[in-house]
């Protein structure tokens, strides 16, 4: 069963800075009259769209989306209707269906999570885990789109720069498109589990001897000379993917916004999407209200925080970036005006955390029997500030975006626990609470006795921490 609308939605591209409506991008999707990001807009929404049901009619669309995800069969429109992206392909520009290239991403689920609800001291407290895509991060919601888009252009190659999700993302719905792909990385700075995956969806893996900021610099000139088509985000099509996290997050909440959502900002890309589907919402009607979506970032990696901080949002001053969390590290983030832009439109805030608050809080999350890798974690650590400062208060609702799977970055978790991921904490209460969530393996010999007083001894442990 498929249910497919009579024709698709108007978009065009427009410049967010000058407002240019270009007809097409060129291949750095930087706008041609001033240089800035281009986004996707809309103006079918606002005149007659031939569609069926009209966007204009927000329980019939709901009700449509609702019978697409238990949609069966394996052809093309079933598939289509089964992705948690492109089932909402009325929010989305059209793309003829003989192009996509789906995983059945999205569909992914909502959480609870009790005890970081008390560790941040909130009532109501859930995760929506993007890391349950099919490559165990986010990205997948976005490249489904701008992988599509390549193919529909007949590009051979694409590429990207990227801290490991996008590389490992690309890969995959290349691969899935009989795509090549190109993939530039910070050497000896992203995850081996991210790295394996670029490199078993058989991507050309550059490792470059500089950071991710170096690694866009040399992606940009390349584009220019070179026909690859570039799927980082400032690539529209991406936004409009990760669009839908929010979309099906509101579904499954019965379309009754949270009072914040918070999410982690690297290159700033998934917040601008996140929240252009808020407005949007809101727009439509599918939504009474708009949650605030704040933005969290690691301190070694806050480009975006000083810049709304120091600035008022004025500039931003790149940085050398730096923090354990390293999908994250990054110093010049491409879309801090469309995130800025967000963050004033829904009434967010912007945090910055430590390292050890970001490690603290991921080993919480994973506690709660559900674990997201440490950029992620950066949500739950924001939460505790944001509640500290009186931003969000005890009673209101709050959902965290968690970004990446736990297996993404093993190394970090495995460090934690062993106790050796930091030298010299000094705060005593953090390194108490970090040593009241470690948990690292216990070597005994092969011995029935040996485990029972290991046994013994946890119990003990457990019964103290009461
Ligand atoms: N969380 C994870 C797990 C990420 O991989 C990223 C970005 C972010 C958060 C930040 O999202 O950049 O949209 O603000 N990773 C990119 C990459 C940069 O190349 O994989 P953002």
Redesign the pocket.
Known sequence: MSTTPKAQPVSRLRCIACGATPDSADQDFRCTTCGDLLEFVFPGWTGETGLDPSPHDPSALKDLWLRRRISVGNDRSAALDQSGVWRFRELLPHLPEENVITLREGNTPLYSLPRCARAAGVDHLQAKHQ?MNPTA???DTGMTVAASAAHQGKFRWVA??????????MAAYAARGNMRSLVLIPEGKISWG?LSQSLDYGALTCQLRTD?DGCVRILNELVRQKPVYLL??VNPYRIEG?KTAAIELMEQLGWEPPDHII???????????IGKALVEMQELRLMSRLPKLSIIQAEGANPFYRSVREFGGKKLEPMIADTLAS??R?GN?A?WKK?LRVLQATGGEVEQVTEVEIAIAKAEIGADGIGC?P??AVTLAGLKKLRRSGFVKAGDSVVLIL??HLL?DPDFTIQFHRGDLFTGVTEEGEAARAKSLQRGPVVLDADLGAVIAALDAAEGIQNSQC
Request: charged share 10%; glycine share 14%; aromatic share 4%.
């Open positions: 890391g991060s986010f990205k990207c720069a990227s801290t490991g999700n996008t590389s490992a993302s991210k991710f980082n985000s990760q999410v982690p900002g690297g290159n700033l890309g998934n917040s601008s999407a999908a994250i990054i983030p879309s995130a890798e950029a992620s970004t990446g993404k």
